[in-house]
């Protein structure tokens, strides 16, 4: 493979024009001057030298010369390759000194490679005598022509050294006002030498400014330093150029961004020697980038929709939420007017004043109806930004468009759940009383009259109870369906809450009232099917009309409740009108209540117990815990007039606890002084029993007290065995469990049955007095009260009755085999400290007893 010499002293020079040769087979020796040429082409000789001309030490010419006089080199084809002697006289005077081709800079690649291959066919150089013979003339244009070049390149040295001032001097004054530091590495020693700006970029005044590597590399950021350095090695084994942006750590703790460029050099093997760069802080620009970044990233992930129109409205691009709410894509809205999203509900004028508030303030903010792609419209909330160029003049507008349809439809919601009931779907009360504001305003107008009602349903709680929410959801439903279907349109009707309702008729009197009332009744009485079930609805019905009851709405409301309260007491499924005693109950009612709710802490209570006895032998069982209160101003005050209303406002739940403990207490307390036998009876209200916590109640009492549970008996209402019979059978079986006797007060006025009975853990009937009353004179209650003990009999359970006020009671009673008995007859109510006194006075009850018969 033949061997190519390349002298020349620029290292590019040399690395380009080997690697073409390389590239092509050549093998290829490179020197930086003559001298040097000479003594590689003597070590191992080449097939073809190309040289350059002007070089140090010795110049091309003179490497011709030498070459074409060496008897062992002269054979061998010698190339000029020149770009500084250009001229034809060059060429002539070194074709002249022997050489064998004249190319100058820059040469085609293949043109060069040609030549290359021509010269390579050459055996002997020409003109070889030349030097023998005419030496002296040689010399002397060799001399003139290097002189003449040597002035050129004075010349040209002098005209590049005043450039490199000058460029010199821009480039200062631009790194000056670009803030950038120049560095050079030489990497050989590992100095560095660094401009008067470094210390600066670095947060450093220049004599605190350590140039070495590791100084410098302590202060780039350590999460920066690894990417840093693998750039470089990138660059300085690719001999690419060297770019990189980092983050310096400033003395005072501050990060500030640096961008850092440079060029690795290389010697005449490849190994880099110096890498020179420039670095500048570019802290702004990045803290601009990222709130670009950020604003585009808030952009495109907003849920708004945003678009950026130009001055004349016309839409340049749009986000991802735009698109979903309007159907459009970005490419179908780019270049469109942001007038095709007009829904045309709003006439010229509003978009015109839009215009002009916009231009105006240069911000605009309102509610519209914007168009989808669909022709659909929506509502939504437009603000509108303009955004200004250098010379203050409106270049973009920036519109943020809120989609209001879901806050719409929710804002109609609360409305409409403002005045309408959720679940019946009628008005509500707040909507009843604005009603009923201009229905009474427009009765004194007209001097005509209104009549409210306020309706219940009877035992809707047990159908709730026992058979689920979901049912008595379906029969407010369908109450309320009925009840809408038979008023006019002048009148409404309102679910008042729970299972109340209230209805307002305007121009009717009270015949008209009561006619309507009497509707409802009969319509509620027809079945209702409400998940597999066929129930039967009651309704009570309070009324009170204007002007005769009130003269406003608030009143008449009250009114027409405390009338219902009435049709309540008056056996329910009724109705009832106002009238001024109701008026004056009610109040008392309300004092009561007050009063009650400091009764017990007041220690307002109190116990009276009446003894139970055998009925045929007279033998003293035990008593009933009967509750009073004790007003400090009303005095005693009956039973029947508070309870009531404990059970409807709660209280009857502490009050019955602390009957409970009063009881067991009074009760151990007998037995400490001889009264060992006797029981103590304690009524139990259905609320308490529809707690859950009943059972937990019972047994603090008797653990309070000691008092052993066979000693406790407790009286339940006949009704309580129709609610709810799961929960209820399940607590009672609790309680037996504990051994507690269970007994079913005032029986005979509720609805059990046989069978409900059967399923109950009872163990006593209590025939209520009302039975017992009329014994000696109505068949109807005697064959009641045998019909009672028979069936209690067959259940194995005990009989006893209330009310006992003469002999003949007892004794008819006795008769039927009734077991045991209580009431004035055999002795009254007494406080639980009179027991043991009146037990002195009658040690021998039985006989107390038959001396009395």
């Known amino acids: 493979m033949p061997r190519i010499l390349i002298v020349d002293d620029r290292e590019e020079n040399r690395y380009l024009l080997q690697s073409l040769l390389e590239g092509h087979g050549y093998l290829v020796d490179v020197a930086a001057e003559g001298a040097e040429a000479l003594l590689t082409a003597r070590q191992t000789p080449p097939d073809l030298i190309i040289t350059d001309i002007l070089m140090p030490v010795m110049d091309g010419f003179r490497l011709c010369r030498e070459w074409k006089t060496d008897h062992t080199l002269r054979h061998i084809p010698l190339a000029f390759y020149t770009a500084t002697y250009t001229d034809s006289k060059d060429e002539a005077y070194a074709l002249g000194l022997g050489a064998d081709a004249f190319i100058t800079k820059p040469a085609d690649p293949d043109d060069l490679l040609q030549l290359i291959t021509e010269l390579l066919r050459l055996r002997q150089p020409p003109a070889v005598s030349r030097f023998k013979s005419d030496e002296a003339t040689i010399l002397k244009e060799y001399n003139a022509v290097l002189i003449q070049k040597l002035e050129h390149k004075i010349a040209q040295l002098e005209a590049a050294s005043f450039r490199a001032t000058q460029n010199e001097q821009r480039l200062t004054l631009a790194l000056e006002v670009e803030e950038a530091g120049i560095w050079d590495w030489d990497l050989l020693s590992g100095v560095i030498i660094w401009s008067d700006r470094h210390a600066a970029l670095f947060g450093m005044e220049p004599e605190d400014f350590d140039?070495?590597?590791?100084?410098?590399?302590?202060?780039?950021?350590?999460?920066?330093?690894?990417?840093?350095e693998a750039a470089s090695e990138i660059a300085r084994d690719q001999h690419s150029d060297y770019s990189k942006d980092f983050r310096v750590i400033w003395p005072d703790g501050s990060l500030h961004w640096i961008a850092g460029r440079g060029r690795y050099l290389y010697d005449a093997q490849g190994k880099p020697t110096r890498m020179c760069g420039v670095i500048v802080e570019i802290t702004t620009l990045k803290n601009?980038?990222?709130?670009?970044?950020?604003?585009?990233?808030?952009?495109?992930?907003?849920?708004?929709a945003i678009i950026i129109t130009d001055a004349q409205a016309n839409i340049i691009t749009a986000n991802s939420a735009f698109c979903r709410s309007t159907g459009y894509t970005a490419e179908e809205i780019s270049g469109v007017n942001a007038s095709i999203l007009r829904a045309d509900q709003h006439d010229v004028g509003y978009f015109s004043d839009l215009w002009k508030d916009l231009r105006k303030n240069r911000h605009w903010n309102g509610e519209l109806n914007n168009r989808r792609k669909d022709g659909s419209t929506y509502p939504v909330r437009l603000s509108i930004s303009a955004v200004g160029d250098d010379s203050g003049l409106t270049?973009?507008?920036?519109?943020?468009?809120?989609?209001?349809?879901?806050?719409?439809?929710?804002?109609?919601?609360i409305q409409y759940m403002a005045y309408f009931d959720a679940l019946s779907t009628l008005p509500n009360r707040t909507l009843l009383r604005d009603r009923a504001v201009h229905a009474l305003?427009?009765?004194?107008?007209?001097?005509?009259?209104?009549a409210m009602m306020f309706l219940d349903l009877d035992h809707f709680k047990t159908i709730n109870d026992s058979l689920g929410h979901s049912v008595g959801d379906q029969v407010l439903q369908t109450v309320a369906s009925r009840l809408k279907y038979l008023i006019r349109e002048v009148d409404t009707v309102a679910r008042y809450g729970g299972d109340e309702f209230?209805?307002?008729?305007?121009?009717?009197?009270?015949?008209?009232?009561?006619?309507?009332?009497?509707?409802?009744?009969?319509?509620?009485?027809?079945?209702?099917?409400?998940g597999n079930h066929s129930l039967v609805v009651g309704v009570s019905i309070g009324i009170s009309c204007y002007p005769a009851d009130a003269d406003d709405f608030e009143a008449l409301l009250k009114n027409s409740d405390i009338a219902l309260f009435r049709a309540k007491g008056a056996g329910r499924n009724n109705?009832?009108?106002?009238?001024?005693?109701?008026?004056?109950?009610?109040?008392?009612?309300?004092?009561?209540?007050?009063?009650l709710r400091s009764a017990l802490a007041d220690n307002q209570f109190r116990l009276h117990y009446q003894p139970q006895f055998d009925l045929r032998s007279g033998k003293l069982l035990g008593f009933e815990a009967l509750l009073r209160w004790q007003h400090p101003v009303r005095g005693l005050i009956p039973p029947l007039e508070f309870i009531p209303i404990a059970e409807i406002n709660g209280l009857i739940v502490p009050i019955g606890t602390w009957v409970l403990n009063e009881a067991c207490r009074q009760a151990k307390e007998w037995q400490t002084r001889g009264i060992t036998h006797a029981m103590v009876a304690v009524n139990l209200s259905a609320v308490q029993i529809r707690q859950a916590n009943i059972v937990s109640i019972v047994k603090q009492a008797l653990q309070a007290s000691k008092l052993e549970a066979k000693y406790l008996e407790l009286e339940l209402t006949e009704s309580l065995l129709l609610e709810n019979v799961g929960s209820v059978l399940l607590q009672l079986h609790q309680l037996k469990e504990i051994g507690v006797t269970l007994s079913i007060d005032d029986f005979g006025t509720g609805y059990s049955s046989l069978a409900y009975l059967k399923r109950f853990p009872i163990d006593t009937l209590k025939i209520d007095k009302s039975f017992v009353l009329n014994l000696t004179e109505d068949a109807d209650s005697r064959a009641i009260a045998l019909a009672i003990v028979s069936m209690a009999h067959s259940l194995r359970l005990k009989v006893i009755a209330e009310g006992v006020e003469d002999a003949s009671q007892a004794k008819i009673l006795a008769e039927m085999g009734c077991d045991e008995?209580?009431?004035?007859?055999?002795?009254?109510?007494?406080?639980?400290?009179?027991?043991?006194?009146?037990?002195?006075?009658?040690p021998e009850p039985a006989t107390l007893l038959a001396n009395r018969a």
């Open 211 to 228: 140039g070495r590597y590791e100084s410098f590399r302590k202060r780039v950021h350590p999460n920066d330093i690894d990417g840093l």
């Open 821 to 842: 008995a209580q009431g004035y007859w055999y002795a009254r109510p007494m406080p639980g400290d009179q027991v043991a006194g009146w037990l002195q006075r009658n």
């Open 288 to 304: 601009n980038e990222e709130q670009m970044r950020l604003a585009a990233q808030v952009f495109e992930s907003s849920h708004e």
């Open 441 to 450: 305003a427009a009765a004194r107008r007209d001097q005509t009259e209104v």
């Open 395 to 413: 270049s973009h507008y920036v519109s943020i468009i809120t989609d209001l349809t879901q806050y719409k439809e929710a804002e109609e919601r």
């Open 502 to 530: 209230s209805i307002l008729l305007t121009n009717t009197d009270a015949k008209g009232a009561a006619q309507l009332a009497q509707k409802i009744i009969e319509t509620l009485a027809a079945p209702i099917e409400a």
């Open 575 to 595: 109705f009832q009108f106002f009238t001024q005693e109701m008026n004056t109950n009610a109040h008392n009612r309300l004092e009561l209540e007050v009063a």
